[in-house]
C-alpha cells in the first residue's frame, strides 16, 4: 500500500514540475508519428507553422530570421500558416495571397506588424486589397488571386497539413517531416533554435 501511494505521489510530482523543468530533461523534441514524406529528399526540409494573430510567433520572428541568414546550404526553409478554425484561415489567405503574387518575402514582416503593432485585422477582401496595393501589387492583381480557386483549394487542405505534422499550437517547427519542437518542449522560444540546429546536425549526418 506505501509503495501504491509512493508511485501516485511520484506521477503528482512530475505532472506539477513547471515546463521548462520537464523540458530540460527532454530532448527539446518529438518524434512526428507517423513521420511525413519531404518535398525534396535531398535537402533538410525546416516547417515553421505559424500564425498572424499569434503573439509568440511574433516574438519568435527575429530569432527565425536570424537563423535564415546563416542556415545551413543544404536546409530548405518553408513557412506553412497554421489553421485551426475559421479566424485563423483569414490570416493564411493573406499568406497565400502573398505567396501566389510573388511578394512573400517582402510583405511577410509587414504582415506580422499590420497585426500585432498596428492591429489591422486584415480579415476582409477590402482591408486586405488596400494592404497588397499599398505593397505595389495591381488591383486587378489582387481580386483575381483572392477569388481563385487555388487559394481556395489551399485554405480547405490547410487543416488536414496540420494535423498531418500533429501541429496543436504555434509556433511549431518541424524538422525532415520526423521531429517537431515548440517552446514548451525546448524550454523556451530562445532554445527552439537551439534544438532546430541540433536536428538539422543530426539529419544532415544521415545524408
Not at 530532448?27 to 507517423?34: M, Q
Not at 510583405?107 to 497588397?132: C, I, N, R, T
Not at 488591383?139 to 487542405?157: C, P, V
Request: proline share 5%; net charge negative.
Amino acid at each position: 500500500m506505501l509503495k501504491k501511494f509512493a508511485g501516485i505521489a511520484l506521477i503528482a510530482f512530475f505532472f506539477s514540475l513547471p515546463a521548462h523543468l520537464l523540458a530540460e530533461e527532454s530532448p527539446g523534441y518529438e518524434a512526428v508519428a507517423p513521420a511525413q514524406p519531404t518535398a525534396n529528399p535531398d535537402r533538410i526540409e525546416v516547417l515553421e507553422f505559424f500564425w498572424y494573430g499569434c503573439p509568440h510567433c511574433y516574438s519568435f520572428e527575429p530569432a527565425l530570421k536570424s537563423w535564415l541568414k546563416a542556415k545551413p546550404e543544404n536546409v530548405e526553409f518553408i513557412r506553412v500558416p497554421a489553421v485551426f478554425n475559421e479566424e485563423w484561415g483569414k490570416g493564411a489567405k493573406a499568406y497565400y495571397i502573398a505567396e501566389a503574387l510573388g511578394v512573400i518575402d517582402a510583405v511577410h514582416a509587414d504582415l506580422f506588424d499590420a497585426v500585432q503593432e498596428k492591429h489591422q485585422k486584415l480579415d476582409s477582401e477590402e482591408e486586405l486589397a488596400k494592404f497588397f496595393t499599398a505593397h505595389g501589387v495591381k488591383e486587378a492583381d489582387f481580386k483575381d488571386t483572392y477569388n481563385s480557386f487555388m487559394i481556395d483549394t489551399k485554405l480547405r487542405q490547410a487543416p488536414a497539413i496540420a494535423a498531418k505534422y500533429g501541429i496543436t499550437g504555434v509556433p511549431t517547427i518541424i524538422v525532415n517531416g520526423k521531429y517537431r519542437t515548440t517552446g514548451n518542449l525546448a524550454g523556451g522560444q530562445e532554445k527552439m533554435i537551439d534544438v532546430l540546429n541540433e536536428l538539422v546536425k543530426k539529419e544532415s549526418g544521415k545524408k
